[in-house]
């Protein structure tokens, strides 16, 4: 599908949450993720859901949720599959895959990109693992920026990656 791409902020391990929390802040990332995904589609599970600010939607970006049970919440559509969820954002402008782990495994056939902010580091006490894009057969890197990795205060490296499905789904 050539308008639906996969995000997320992922450790070496490919770990992305410790109890309903993302991993890690780091300002440059959250700034990427609000400047790819302000004015379009975003597809998120009912855990990521509860886990933004408030539990609501996020504001300018058409919010899809998908969930097996029945779901009514102001400002966002739900879906029941992922094929479901891949049908509403056809034909439409670039839509994001924004998680949580099970999301991310049940949308990456559909998925034609990732934008992965990849921090230099092994996480403790996760219960939240995204697929392994570097061990998937179709997914190939294609780009990092930058060369060296941005170093946060407190140590921490991480760089922003991009890979590709050679094989999305139509």
């Known amino acids: 599908m050539k308008n639906l791409s996969l995000i997320a902020c992922a450790d070496n391990g490919w770990a992305i949450g410790s109890k309903g929390r993302l991993l890690y802040n780091i300002p440059q990332d959250m700034a990427f993720f609000k400047a790819k995904t302000m004015?379009?589609?975003?597809?998120?599970?009912?855990?990521?859901?509860?886990?933004?600010?408030?539990?609501?939607?996020?504001?300018?970006?058409r919010n899809i949720v998908l969930t097996r049970g029945e779901l009514?919440?102001?400002?966002?559509?739900?879906?029941?599959?992922?094929?479901?969820?891949?049908?509403?954002?056809r034909g439409g402008g670039e839509a994001f895959v924004i998680g949580g782990a099970e999301i991310y495994a049940l949308m990456l056939p559909w998925c034609e990109r990732a934008y992965i902010t990849r921090v230099y580091k092994w996480t403790p006490d996760i219960d939240a693992v995204?697929?392994?894009?570097?061990?998937?057969p179709y997914w190939?890197?294609?780009?990092?920026?930058?060369?060296?990795?941005?170093?946060?205060?407190?140590?921490?490296?991480?760089?922003?990656l991009q890979f590709y499905n050679t094989?999305?789904?139509?």
């Open 72 to 89: 009514h919440i102001e400002g966002a559509e739900t879906a029941h599959t992922a094929e479901e969820a891949a049908a509403m954002v």
């Open 167 to 170: 094989r999305a789904l139509d």
């Open 39 to 61: 004015g379009g589609t975003v597809i998120m599970g009912r855990k990521t859901l509860a886990s933004l600010p408030h539990g609501k939607p996020l504001k300018g970006r």
């Open 130 to 136: 995204m697929p392994h894009l570097d061990k998937q």
């Open 140 to 160: 190939r890197m294609c780009d990092f920026t930058p060369a060296a990795p941005n170093t946060e205060p407190d140590g921490t490296q991480w760089r922003f």
